[in-house]
C-alpha cells in the first residue's frame, strides 16, 4: 500500500480491504488516520460495490462505475474502490483530493488489485 501511495500524486489514502467483512486489512497514508475512519472506508466500499450496477448510489454524493470498480465522489473527496473481478472480495480503496488524476489512479488501483488476487 505504501508504494501506491508513494506513486501516485494527491492520494491520501490507499488501502486493501475484504468486501465480505467491510474492513480495511492493510493500509497506508499521508498522515495519521484513525482506526474509526478507515473502518468507514470499508463500509463504504462495501455499500458501493453491492449497489454496483444499479441506478441509486450512497447519497453523499455523485458515483461512476467503471467496470468492476467504482469512484465515489463527495464534495471534498473522491474514494476509489477497484477490484479485478465482480466474484472477488478483495478491493483496493484509494481517497484523494479533487486534483487527482483520476485515470491514472484506477488503472494502479485495478494493476494492483489484480496483482493481490493473482492468477484466476
Same mark, same amino acid.
Given at each position: 500500500?505504501?508504494?501506491?501511495?508513494?506513486?501516485?500524486?494527491?492520494?491520501?489514502?490507499?488501502?486493501?480491504?475484504?468486501?465480505?467483512?467491510?474492513?480495511?486489512?492493510?493500509?497506508?497514508?499521508?498522515?495519521?488516520?484513525?482506526?474509526?475512519?478507515?473502518?468507514?472506508?470499508? +463500509?463504504?466500499? /462495501?455499500?458501493?460495490? !453491492?449497489?454496483?450496477?444499479?441506478?441509486?448510489? &450512497?447519497?453523499?454524493? =455523485? $458515483? #461512476?462505475?467503471?467496470?468492476?470498480?467504482?469512484?465515489?465522489?463527495?464534495?471534498?473527496?473522491? +474514494?476509489?474502490? /477497484?477490484?479485478?473481478? !465482480?466474484?472477488?472480495?478483495?478491493?483496493?480503496? &484509494?481517497?484523494?483530493? =479533487? $486534483? #487527482?488524476?483520476?485515470?491514472?489512479?484506477?488503472?494502479?488501483?485495478?494493476?494492483?488489485?489484480?496483482?493481490?488476487?493473482?492468477?484466476?
Amino acid at each position: 500500500m505504501q508504494r501506491f501511495l508513494d506513486d501516485s500524486p494527491n492520494l491520501e489514502v490507499a488501502a486493501f480491504g475484504d468486501l465480505s467483512s467491510g474492513l480495511i486489512l492493510s493500509s497506508a497514508s499521508s498522515t495519521l488516520v484513525p482506526r474509526e475512519v478507515l473502518n468507514l472506508l470499508g +463500509e463504504k466500499a /462495501a455499500e458501493c460495490m !453491492a449497489f454496483l450496477g444499479r441506478q441509486h448510489l &450512497a447519497p453523499a454524493g =455523485g $458515483s #461512476a462505475d467503471i467496470g468492476n470498480s467504482i469512484i465515489h465522489f463527495t464534495e471534498e473527496k473522491c +474514494e476509489v474502490f /477497484a477490484r479485478g473481478s !465482480a466474484a472477488s472480495n478483495d478491493v483496493i480503496c &484509494a481517497v484523494c483530493d =479533487g $486534483s #487527482a488524476g483520476l485515470k491514472p489512479l484506477m488503472r494502479k488501483a485495478l494493476a494492483l488489485s489484480n496483482q493481490i488476487a493473482g492468477p484466476e
